[in-house]
């Protein structure tokens, strides 16, 4: 069974920190590879960040480049990102995507970020 589960969200005041896991199973996450999204109510499901399948390569949205770092570990099938400096406008769910000939999604995980 595929499963990607998120969790680490939570409250926390502007200019803090969260580490959001996503845990993964049922399916080769070494040649995966994985992205953050993030989603507030009524609008799209943003791209946060991603990873290529070796971790060789990262990429991030603009309104977080040098303040989240996106990270893989193989040997636990498990994704993070480091969140620093939190803003109120990271406000959102935060989801975990895994991609190559199949795609999958997790349900979530909540952030909020304010005061």
């Known amino acids: 069974q595929v499963q990607l589960v998120e969790s680490g969200g939570g409250l926390v005041q502007p200019g803090g920190s969260l580490r959001l896991s996503c845990a993964a199973t049922g399916f080769s996450f070494r040649y995966y590879a994985l992205r953050w999204y993030r989603q507030t109510p009524g609008k799209e499901r943003d791209l946060v960040a991603a990873i290529t399948s070796s971790g060789g390569l990262t990429n991030y949205a603009d309104s977080v480049k040098g303040r989240f770092t996106i990270s893989r570990d193989n040997a636990k099938n498990t994704v993070y990102l480091q969140m620093n400096s939190l803003k109120p406008e990271d406000t959102a769910r935060y989801y975990c995507?895994?991609?190559?000939?199949?795609?999958?999604w997790g349900q979530g995980t909540q952030v909020t970020v304010s005061s």
């Open positions: 995507n895994a991609r190559n000939a199949f795609e999958y």
